[in-house]
């Protein structure tokens, strides 16, 4: 019996690992869950899994839930010091982070120095303190495993592989929403436009990423990481049917590649089973129904957050962090209609030209980064 805790688990990936949980009781066991306000979602959770441990972001959230679950034998917590206690109980194997934003950094360090195995949906952990986390892990002999699918995939085509003779990746992205528009076209886009995925069921943040291009600029910088490799190993091709969900290619000229239908349980299973794969339902890919799988090469120049990612990775430091600060913040302004689409882009850079790149930040230091990320858009935008 496997037992995992879950930061982030009312949201798209939290929810999904529930999925994963309710077809392998016998095999997995929740012990914690945390979650931000959704009180209503928590208290059903609770109800069916029964964690020792449940968590709420905020105050109001936490006594609301406090009061609703009385009846219960939970632990209910509060905040950043709930998150802590769930990251290093030990009634907890693994940790799945699938939190949004910088909070997820201080609980994930937590649980490695307490020796729990990361199943890591919270990309922001790696992007700005991938040089902290990667070489914890590795003294204390925890694994790091990816949720995203492309990270995933290339986890599965490196598995008994020597990765020294590693050439460069291909991380796949499907384009978006706007995939084939012009500047012009995008500067009249809608938050609701923007979040009709053609392929994929995620969370408004990062399907508004995927229509930017951001999400996979924060997935090379995550691969880097991950893989241990430089930017320029790192290689993006659209691929618009998200069948290849990436590709390893290696000294010889080989090419390893993952393939699966569009859905964000296989790569949670995988990571929860690692290095297993139990059986999952749902639909798989049938060869004789497809049609033809294509690539194409990534418009930066329409889709400027890709290009900005890699000068975010070549400047180091501090500046990933700025990078995805920036861009959170923009988004959500966007998604309450503050601005356009474009200005997204124009914050994020924005924000990047404004900043003094501090060298190996501290924890402290990433989080005071951010903070004055989002006060510079605070100022420009007047929001």
Not at 123 to 146: C, N, R, Y
Not at 288 to 295: G, I, Q, S, V
Not at 354 to 370: D, G, L, R, S
Request: proline share 4%; charged share 20%; with cysteine.
């Amino acid at each position: 019996m496997k037992k995992i805790a879950i930061m982030g688990s009312t949201g798209s990936i939290g929810t999904q690992t529930l999925d994963i949980v309710r077809n392998h009781r016998d095999e997995l066991q929740v012990t914690a869950l945390a979650a931000g306000s959704n009180v209503a979602a928590m208290e059903k959770q609770i109800r069916e899994f029964h964690p020792v441990i449940a968590a709420m972001w905020t105050e109001g959230a936490y006594r609301e839930l406090r009061d609703s679950v009385a009846d219960l034998e939970v632990k209910v917590v509060c905040g950043m010091e709930g998150l802590l206690e769930i990251a290093v109980m030990a009634e907890a194997d693994i940790l799945v982070t699938a939190v949004v934003g910088m909070i997820g950094i201080r609980p994930t360090i937590a649980a490695i120095k307490a020796g729990k195995d990361i199943a890591l949906a919270n990309k922001e952990t790696l992007v700005t303190a991938g040089h902290i986390i990667m070489p914890l892990a590795a003294a204390h002999g925890v694994s790091i495993l990816p949720v995203d699918s492309e990270h995933s995939a290339v986890l599965q085509s490196m598995r008994g592989e020597n990765r020294h003779r590693v050439e460069k990746i291909w991380l796949t992205a499907s384009g978006g929403p706007f995939r084939g528009k012009s500047r012009a076209e995008l500067a009249d886009m809608t938050a609701e436009e923007a979040l009709r995925h053609p392929n994929w069921s995620m969370g408004r943040k990062i399907t508004i990423d995927s229509a930017t291009l951001v999400n996979k600029g924060l997935e090379v910088m995550e691969a880097r990481w991950l893989f241990d490799l430089r930017a320029d190993q790192i290689q993006v091709v659209v691929h618009p049917q998200s069948i290849i969900h990436s590709m390893v290619e290696y000294a010889d000229g080989a090419v390893m590649a993952q393939l699966g239908t569009p859905d964000m349980k296989l790569p949670i299973q995988y990571a929860l089973f690692y290095p297993d794969r139990p059986p999952l339902g749902g639909k798989k890919v049938d060869f004789l129904e497809l049609a033809a799988l294509t690539f194409e090469k990534p418009d930066v120049e329409v889709f400027k957050g890709l290009g900005m990612a890699y000068r975010a990775m070549a400047a180091g430091g501090s500046m990933p962090t700025v990078y995805n600060a920036a861009n959170e913040m923009a988004v959500s302004l966007f998604l309450n209609k503050k601005i356009i689409f474009l200005q997204i882009y124009e914050l994020i850079a924005g924000a990047m030209a404004y900043h003094k790149v501090i060298e190996n930040p501290t924890v402290e230091e990433i989080i005071q980064a951010e903070t004055e990320s989002y006060e510079y858009i605070r100022k420009v935008t007047n929001c």
